[in-house]
Structure formats: structure tokens, C-alpha cells
């Protein structure tokens, strides 16, 4: 019912920038839901990077990734972005855009709280 839509992966170098971007479609929001993206890197599990709640703008970041990523929203174009600064080596994985629709338990930081995924975008940082 609903399609999320990644871009914006690529290679840099650490130190490097990146946005990404996931377009929603196929459903009429409703106040009580949440988006966010997770990352998997080959041999590690899924992990929550970050969060944000429609309606409020309520966002979560993972330890890891605070101070510099940033998750926003465009509600007009039902899309969220990831800005992604001062990325590092390990910041290397594949990213997943998800949608908990409505929220549910897990939300926002364990992926069983989502039940939408998009296909994932590659982002590659070298040393």
C-alpha cells in the first residue's frame, strides 16, 4: 500500500558529504506515523540510524550518528532526507528507508516497529 523510493547514494571520501532522499507514495498519511532509516553493513546486522515522527517532527539518531546526520521532512512532497556529514569508513552500508504506519511497538529504533521498507541505496565511504 505503501512505496518508498531511495536516492542520493554514492562513493566519497571520509570526511564527505551525502543526502539521502526516500519518496513516499500510495498511501494518505495519517497524524500517527513515523519514518526512518536503517543501515546494514555485508556481515552486520540492521541497525536504526535514525528517526522522525510526520506530524510533530519528533526526531531520534542513533549514538552513533549524532552531531552528524541530520533527518528531516518534506510534507507537502511526502519525503524524508538523511543529510549525512562528516561521514566516516564505517558509516560504509547499505541504507533502507522505512515507514511505521501507524506507529507500533519497536518505534523508532527497532526495524520490527516499521512495516515498509524501500530497496536500499548503497553508500560507500573510503579512508
Known amino acids: 500500500q505503501v512505496q518508498l523510493v531511495e536516492s542520493g547514494g554514492g562513493s566519497v571520501q571520509a570526511g564527505g558529504s551525502l543526502r539521502l532522499s526516500c519518496a513516499a507514495s500510495g498511501r494518505t498519511f495519517r497524524s500517527n506515523y513515523g519514518m526512518g532509516w536503517f543501515r546494514q553493513a555485508p556481515g552486520k546486522e540492521r541497525d536504526f540510524v535514525a528517526a522522525?515522527?510526520?506530524?510533530?517532527?519528533?526526531?531520534y539518531y542513533a549514538d552513533a550518528v549524532k552531531g552528524r546526520f541530520t533527518i528531516s521532512r518534506d510534507s507537502a512532497k511526502n519525503t524524508v532526507f538523511l543529510q549525512m556529514n562528516s561521514l566516516k569508513p564505517e558509516d560504509t552500508a547499505v541504507y533502507y528507508c522505512?515507514?511505521?504506519?501507524?506507529?507500533?511497538?519497536?518505534?523508532?529504533?527497532?526495524?520490527?516497529?516499521?512495516?515498509?521498507w524501500g530497496q536500499g541505496t548503497q553508500v560507500t565511504v573510503s579512508s
Open positions: 522522525i515522527t510526520w506530524s510533530g517532527g519528533t526526531t
Open positions: 522505512a515507514a511505521a504506519v501507524p506507529v507500533r511497538i519497536g518505534y523508532p529504533f527497532r526495524d520490527i516497529g516499521y512495516n515498509y
